[in-house]
């Protein structure tokens, strides 16, 4: 088959940037053209249909963002590289957000160049490329509020599993891990209901501190205790009639656990600092991604409660074991973000893109495919979605050794030793033994799955990959990155947060309180990262 050699074409009226161009594109075997005017250009797009544009902000006549505009409304798909003067200028900030694929500052690095336009070269090439998964504006799930996507036979068993207790009147428990839909299947049981005319209520039990919790939900008098000023009406008594969905059950205290299996036994209740008896007629979905048996063998968890909350359950696979739904959820997501969004123009993914995202294991699960979807189409330049618009931890994904560097964590030199060694800290380190042995792309060590303390003695320090913030910008330099400001500061976070929620032995509220942040910022970080709280950061032995 013939090759066509691509062609770039650079639209700058300095000759002497044309020049330094061809030379500093040589080793790519491309063709370089270059015009000096807008006009010129615009025939030379028509004419050669470059691959790639380099074009420079300030042009005699019209405007680089007017020529710009001229470009895409006749190629949607070609990237366009600014040339600008100032690397701060606000024109050129203004292009990427209009969607120009990226800009560069004079006076030109020429590798720099060279590594862009191969990146963009490659874009092109995959933006020709059929699309995959398609986003069409036919598609309007979720304009009615949220679709359970999935054809995977085990959530077909899922939704038959809903059709058959929605209508009775049991408690159900609902497990999975992080993301996988248990507050969607609680919405489901309660729609699909005979209480779906009456109040829908939920409550987070790992969301507040123990006393607020219990008034949260059972209320509380006047004066009851310091703070309250006026009586409180709980969610069990203004969801009476209703279903109420209390999520993360695993981390009520026993104080609580104890009131709420009374209210199961009796379906009565007192308020806070009151002995008045109130009856109430609530149903209760519960929620959890603990391992609850293990807790009750601890006596962390009342077996009472356990029974009478585990007597229908319903468990949520987790998204890597059901990849066949992954397609559909995508086209599902990227349907609702475009719209949410506004990115009509986004047609869809590359074959290559989808195939990086099929390969990855989500250990987020469908809220982590969320916030990909959502990073991929802030992103993006250009209608198709192709491996170059996703998330470095997906790219970073395929490219480690054995696989599995679901949650990449740096490990700095001077990690405290109680994060590695010592068997009593609270760190959710992986036996070292199972980190792959040369898992140090960009030094980078895969986060630890599991808590067997015992193994971690016997792991010492020095098995760590030596990483540090310079070791990664050093690999990432080397690799040509043109993001390393994004990749840098994601991978402090992401080490921040992993670290913290191991110290505070994966409670969100106080690792919110280390931090200084919202606990619904930690939530949606957790999410952002995939970080797996069972299987990373709490100190629960291994099942
Ligand atoms: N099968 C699905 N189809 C479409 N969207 C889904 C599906 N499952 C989950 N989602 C979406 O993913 C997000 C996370 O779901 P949800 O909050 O129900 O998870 P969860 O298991 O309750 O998470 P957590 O344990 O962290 O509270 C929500 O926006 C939800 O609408």
């Not at 806070?272 to 109430?280: A, K, L, Q, R």
Request: net charge neutral.
């Amino acid at each position: 088959m013939k090759t066509v050699t691509p062609t770039v074409l650079v639209i700058d009226d300095d000759r002497t940037i044309l020049l330094q161009i061809s030379r500093a594109l040589e080793p790519l075997n491309v063709q370089v053209e270059g015009v000096t005017t807008a006009q010129a250009g615009l025939e030379a797009i028509r004419t050669l249909k470059p691959s790639v544009v380099l074009l420079d902000l300030v042009l005699p006549q019209i405007s680089g963002m007017e020529l710009f505009q001229r470009i895409k409304d006749l190629d949607r798909r070609l990237p366009v590289i600014f040339i600008t003067a100032d690397a701060a200028s606000e024109s050129a900030i203004g292009a990427i957000s209009m969607g120009a694929y990226d800009y560069v500052a004079k006076p030109l690095h020429l590798a720099q160049l060279q590594q862009l336009v191969s990146k963009a070269l490659e874009t092109r090439r995959l933006m020709s490329v059929p699309v995959a998964v398609s986003v069409t504006d036919d598609d309007k799930a979720g304009d009615q509020g949220d679709f359970f996507v999935g054809r995977s036979p085990r959530m077909l068993e899922v939704f038959k599993e809903i059709g058959r207790v929605a209508q009775q009147n049991v408690t159900v428990l609902v497990r999975g891990e992080s993301g996988t839909g248990k507050e969607l299947v609680a919405r489901a049981i309660y729609q699909f209901g005979s209480r779906s005319t009456r109040p829908f209520m939920a409550v987070n039990c790992a969301a507040l501190p123990d006393t607020l919790l219990e008034s949260e939900l059972f209320g509380h008098e006047k004066g009851a205790f310091t703070s309250a000023d006026r009586r409180r009406i709980g969610k069990f008594e203004q969801c009476n009639g209703g279903t109420l969905f209390l999520d993360e059950v695993g981390d009520m205290s026993p104080l609580t656990q104890g009131k709420v299996l009374r209210l199961l036994q009796e379906q009565r209740f007192e308020r806070v600092g009151s002995n008045d008896t109130i009856e109430t007629n609530v149903r209760l979905v519960a929620a959890t991604n603990r391992p609850l048996e293990q807790m009750v063998q601890d006596g962390r968890f009342r077996a009472d409660l356990f029974y009478r909350l585990n007597v229908v359950t319903i468990s949520l696979p987790p998204l890597r074991e059901r990849v066949e739904d992954i397609p559909l959820l995508l086209k599902y997501s990227f349907s609702r973000a475009r719209r949410e969004l506004d990115k009509p123009d986004v047609e869809g993914l590359s074959p290559d893109a989808l195939a990086l995202l099929m390969a990855y294991p989500w250990p987020g699960n469908i809220r982590e495919l969320q916030s990909v979807v959502r990073q991929c189409l802030l992103k993006c330049t250009g209608p198709v979605i192709v491996p170059d618009f996703l998330p470095v931890a997906i790219l970073d994904y395929k490219a480690a050794p054995h696989g599995e560097a679901t949650n990449r964590v740096f490990f700095p030199e001077n990690t405290p030793a109680s994060i590695n060694n010592d068997p009593s800290s609270t760190a959710g380190v992986r036996p070292l033994s199972q980190l792959p042995e040369d898992s140090s792309i960009a030094g980078v060590a895969p986060i630890p799955h599991g808590i067997p303390q015992t193994h971690t003695q016997a792991s010492g320090m020095s098995e760590l990959p030596s990483s540090d913030i310079g070791q990664l910008i050093e690999a990432r330099l080397q690799a040509g990155s043109t993001n390393l400001y994004a990749e840098a500061l994601e991978m402090m976070e992401k080490y921040l947060l992993t670290r913290v929620l191991q110290a505070s032995q994966a409670n969100q509220s106080k690792a919110a309180e280390i931090l200084g942040i919202t606990r619904g910022k930690v939530r949606d970080r957790i999410a952002a990262f995939g970080i797996n709280l069972d299987k990373n950061v709490s100190i629960d032995p291994p099942r």
